[in-house]
């Protein structure tokens, strides 16, 4: 009966029930049918909300919506495209400016609706064809969720009880590969797939006088990674000094915030949280009724009783990730599916916390994935490209590059646990 609950939550996100009541929803049927007591329950899910752990995840998201309006995002854009010349330049710039705002915000909605409004005209001036850049930046704008701060990671932390400065450090690895496959890639298809042309754009400014008016926007990361691995901080404290810092860069250094920007800004970081939240602790709730009725391990039990082979185990889980993430979006993927498959991972051994990078990994293929594809959706709606145009470009992306970088994730565990291992966080 339990196995019901993710394909009830699958189609009532397919007919359009918000996220967080689809959530509602499977808990209530789950509620009704082994008959839970709904306040010991709630108790038990607020309880577990309540960690200072959480506290980092509305300030990174405000730091994100922060970055869109205060010009730092135009800034790090105008570093970037100066430094990437050559084959293929405009697009390396995208994916590097992409990574660089990731290292701040650690969303990918903020990095499509900033880097994409800013370099889809300049991309489009270069030859690029819309649909291309709309796929590009689709794939890009997830490096958010590899490269640390991730919200991703702090709700697999959260929901797997990880050490959250451990799964940061362990996506790290997997980020660098896709950055350097995405590039790559993307040299190959010039001249291809597309002529890229090599007119400088107009307007631009010497190199020094960018980099000068960058250095407050590249800076962020330096300060937020720096004092997290540096044990200055926590990741809870490193999300306070982002926004702090995102305030001071974008009002008083490039004085670029007004009351309404501001104000915006906040109110969007508020309801996002708010939807966050209430998913989380709907599936905390659902997590112990699981839990409970021993739900994981007689999943697990009958995969493997199945599937005896460690490495088809592996295969079977990359599997249902990517599938799962092109059904769901990229929080209900961490938040339930993740947590359900940890049992059988660790049964397979492999650690927590390399499956924090897998996971991180699945989300940018499923993300990016017909039929749901929500990032796409919104890349293409950014870049004012047809879906249809972008759904090739993507899938070439995904499985020459995204799907391949997945794969070498799964199967190299020391990718993803070399740097936690170094800082001593395992």
Not at 127 to 147: D, H, T, V
Not at 188 to 198: D, I, Y
Not at 271 to 293: D, Q
């Amino acid at each position: 009966m339990a196995l019901v609950a993710l394909p009830l939550l699958i189609v009532l996100m397919a007919i359009g029930v918000p996220v967080a009541w689809s959530f509602a929803g499977v808990l209530a049927y789950l509620t009704v049918v082994y008959d839970v007591n709904l306040n010991t329950l709630m108790l038990q899910g607020f309880r577990s909300l309540n960690t200072l752990v959480l506290v980092a995840l509305p300030l990174f998201i405000l730091t994100g919506y922060l970055m869109q309006s205060g010009g730092i995002a135009q800034r790090i854009v105008a570093f970037v495209a100066r430094l990437a010349t050559g084959r293929g330049g405009m697009g390396t710039a995208l994916v590097l400016a992409s990574s660089i705002f990731g290292a701040i915000s650690g969303t990918a909605t903020a990095a499509i609706a900033s880097i994409g409004s800013i370099m889809t005209e300049p991309l489009v001036a270069r030859g690029y064809p819309r649909g291309r850049i709309a796929a590009l930046l689709g794939i890009s704008s997830l490096l958010g969720i590899l490269i640390p701060p991730s919200i991703t990671m702090i709700l697999f932390a959260v929901v797997t009880r990880q050490s959250v400065a451990a799964c940061f450090a362990a996506s790290i690895g997997p980020a660098i590969l896709l950055i350097v496959g995405l590039i790559l890639y993307n040299r190959f298809l010039v001249g291809r797939a597309f002529e890229e042309t090599g007119e400088p754009l107009d307007g631009q400014e010497g190199l020094g006088i960018v980099t000068l008016r960058a250095l407050p926007a590249l800076s962020l990361p330096l300060i937020i990674l720096g004092g997290i691995y540096g044990g200055v901080f926590t990741p809870t404290e490193a999300a306070a000094v982002a926004a702090v810092a995102a305030l001071i860069v974008g009002g008083l250094i490039y004085r670029e915030f007004t009351w309404g920007s501001l104000t915006r800004s906040i109110i969007e970081a508020a309801e996002t949280t708010g939807t966050i939240i209430l998913i989380l602790l709907f599936s905390f709730m659902i997590s112990r009724i699981l839990a409970f009725e021993r739900v994981p391990q007689t999943l697990t039990e009958a995969i493997q009783s199945v599937v005896t082979n460690p490495v088809a185990a592996l295969l079977v889980v990359n599997l249902v990730l990517i599938v799962t993430g092109a059904l769901m979006d990229d929080v209900s993927v961490t938040v339930v599916v993740a947590p359900l498959f940890l049992p059988l991972m660790v049964a397979n051994g492999v650690d927590p916390v390399h499956f924090a990078a897998i996971v991180a990994c699945s989300v940018v293929i499923g993300a990016n994935s017909p039929p749901v594809a929500p990032v796409l959706f919104l890349s293409c709606r950014i870049c004012r490209a047809p879906i249809m145009q972008a759904v090739g470009p993507a899938l070439g992306l995904m499985v020459f590059v995204a799907f391949p970088v997945m794969l070498v994730t799964s199967f190299w565990p020391g990718l993803s646990l070399a740097i936690p291992r170094a800082l001593g966080l395992l």
